[in-house]
């Protein structure tokens, strides 16, 4: 899990200062680290700052996404074209364990919304 401090680094690496909660950049890195990795980077068909926020219940913004990206140590590529698997893996909601505001919007979470969005599904 991302420290406060190493939020604060990545947010100035890819000089943003614009956000306000280090939490939504540890949802994003959390959400990111569940993915499998790829040679070539993926054009999503939807943001995935929107995907993020539906899975981790909180907002998240694309600048969030780009300052977890750059922590990353095995995600390439600038938001939204990242290096990970077209076919997105649902994380595990034991990786929002201790993330402030986690799961305070779980009704955009549906069986739906999973089906449609979701290729694997990971287990704890």
């Not at 219940?57 to 990970?84: C, L, Q, S, W």
Request: hydrophobic content about 40%; proline content about 6%; glycine content about 4%.
């Amino acid at each position: 899990m991302l420290t406060p401090t190493e939020a604060a680094r990545a947010k100035n690496r890819v000089k943003l200062f614009l956000l306000e909660y280090d939490d939504s950049v540890r949802v994003a890195y959390q959400w990111l680290d569940a993915q499998i990795t790829t040679k070539k980077k993926l054009m999503p068909t939807s943001p995935l700052n929107e995907i993020i926020q539906v899975w981790s219940g909180r907002f998240v913004a694309a600048f969030d996404v780009e300052a977890a990206a750059e922590m990353h140590p095995t995600i390439r590529g600038t938001y939204p074209k990242f290096n990970i698997s077209s076919r997105l893996t649902l994380p595990s909601v034991l990786r929002l364990t201790g993330i402030i505001g986690a799961r305070t919007h779980d009704d955009l979470l549906t069986a739906d919304y999973v089906i449609k969005t979701y290729c694997r599904i990971e287990r704890p």
